[in-house]
């Protein structure tokens, strides 16, 4: 069964700081995705990452995908309230069109 | 503009009652998802289903039922024996071909047992 792990599991950091989220997964795979949450709504797409080595910016985040190390990361760089939401990589689709999800990091950002 | 519509958005049930969660979607996708997800958890996925007339289960299928009539539509069902039915649940589709694309999700129906 393939494991998806993030962390950390929840991140509180102040206005203007940078910082990473980790997403690990424990089977091959050279596609990752990385969506968004807000409280009480659907998930939202932000990035999709097709291959070892690909990187994709938006605004002030930015991920990455190494499939050799089978990990992805999702920098935040000056971060501002607005980027609060739990964020949630996802790993397929495998032979069965299925996707797995990590468990997602609920990120606050502070004034 | 295409989408997913899940209804309702907000879902009571009582003890021992079954009840159906609507998902339609006008993408012409061909595979759609259900998920279930817990306060301050991730998604585990209930059910999928790539073609009609078919459907798998996924890791936490018991006490759920689902059908595929229709390509645009995949309602789920929570029956009495899903014991602890209070969630939110999130449909999904994907076109099965585009490999380069991920899922599109609905609103979500948040239901709570009473």
């Known amino acids: 069964e393939l494991k998806v792990e993030q962390n950390p599991l929840f991140l509180s950091m102040q206005e203007g700081k940078n910082y990473t989220i980790y997403c690990n997964y424990s089977?091959?795979?050279?596609?990752l995705y990385w969506y968004r949450q807000d409280p009480g709504k659907s998930l939202e797409s932000l990035f999709v990452l097709l291959s070892n080595g690909a990187v994709k910016q938006e605004g002030r985040l930015m991920a990455s995908l190494d499939t050799k190390a089978r990990l992805s990361t999702l920098h935040i760089t000056a971060a501002v309230h607005d980027l609060s939401a739990t964020y949630f990589c996802?790993?397929?689709?495998?032979?069965?069109?299925?996707?797995?999800f990590g468990t997602g990091t609920s990120l606050t950002v502070i004034p | 503009d295409g989408g997913i519509t899940q209804s309702p958005k907000y879902l009571f049930r009582k003890e021992g009652q079954n009840v159906t969660l609507s998902c339609e979607q006008n993408l012409n996708h061909d595979a759609m998802y259900w998920y279930r997800q817990d306060p301050g958890q991730g998604l585990r996925l209930i059910y999928y289903?790539?073609?009609?007339?078919?459907?798998q289960k996924g890791d936490i299928a018991e006490g759920y039922s689902v059908s595929r009539e229709k390509k645009e539509s995949f309602p789920l069902t929570v029956t009495s024996a899903q014991k602890n039915p209070t969630a939110f649940y999130l449909c999904a589709s994907r076109r099965r071909t585009d490999r380069e694309v991920g899922y599109t999700f609905g609103s979500g129906t948040r239901l709570t047992v009473v």
């Open positions: 996802a790993v397929g689709p495998n032979t069965g069109n299925q996707f797995y």
């Open positions: 089977t091959t795979s050279d596609r």
């Open positions: 289903s790539q073609i009609v007339n078919d459907f």
